[in-house]
């Protein structure tokens, strides 16, 4: 079996973010913070989803200079003030926001990448976490405030912020937020590339954007070529382990992937196996169907608790999966949540390097 180790695809992309950090000035919105205080993103395992309850929060917009859907539009006005339009709201926000809050995980990979330090971040509470923040961006990140997902907004109003970064969870309370400070949100997309750009457009940060985008497209070229050479058209089965039970991610229309199959059918261009289906994410997949497996090679990603490690442990030991040519040829990848199961441009750069690495002949 081939891994891939937790703690060095940390440490690649802690180093991907000081790098990224210092090529874009790092401008730092937490300076006088005293550190107090499925076609639809996955959410962190602790994350609540209560702040969702209600209408959908995206409006169309039907005037001449509206921006396109899932775009932004900005126009600074005076110096001071940008007007930004995002899901279908117009909203003036600060031209250089100094005291930034950010609500989803991925918007902190994406803004850090922007060269924009938050004042406040949501608490990652999955068991890699390090003082609640991301593994791969903790060390950046210490001195910035944590607060838990909920309606409770009293965390982000002690931040004093100038500029809200609504996410995914909070996508239904743009209203009520915008009490509080200028609140801009950011459709989440699998081609994170789309968000990172008119993140960039929304803030001024155009160029700094397609720098970064430039960055990962050249790494996934480098390791598209990397995997032809080795796997060329042999199948390809991605596994979630979660609940005591197999996840077997599919391939369907970008419109419906996860990450995962993002990363290795769209943009590495390998081959699913039959079993994947093509109408959505993926599906639970049976231990018996699994033992037919044509997958030559096998990306494991397994939820940290000790029943879906002991399954996984009975999979690569067990005589009864031994068949399957992945096992068989220890060409099996143990993945972790990034990028295969979110991120932004830290996560997703970092991650092609990672694949080279544990995919060689």
Known sequence: MKPLHKLGLVLAMAMLAIGLLAGCGGNDSSETNNGAANGQPAAADGDTAGATNGAEASSSDDSDDAAPDGEADAEETEGATRTVTTAGRTTDIPAQPERIVLTYDDDVDHFMALGLKPVAVPEYQRTDNIDGYLPYLAEELQGVQTFPLSTDFEPILSA????????????????EL????????????????????????????????????????AETETTRAHLAEIIGDEPVAFIRVRQNQLELYGAPDISAAASASFILYNLLGLTPVQDATTETWGEVYSLEAFTASEAEHLFL???????????????????????????????VYMVSSYPWERGGPIAFTAGMAEIREMVKP
């Open 301 to 331: 990603f397994v939820q940290e608790n000790e029943d879906d490690q002991a399954l996984v442990e009975e999979l690569l030991s067990s005589n009864l999966y031994q068949n399957v040519p992945a096992i068989q040829k220890g060409q």
């Open 160 to 175: 004093e912020p100038d500029l809200i970064v609504a996410g995914y969870h909070h996508r239904e309370v743009l209203e």
């Open 178 to 217: 915008e009490k509080i400070a200028p609140t801009v949100y950011f459709e989440w997309k699998v081609d994170w590339r789309d968000t990172h750009l008119e993140m960039g457009r929304a803030l001024g940060l155009e160029a700094q954007a397609q720098a970064n985008v430039d960055a990962f497209n």
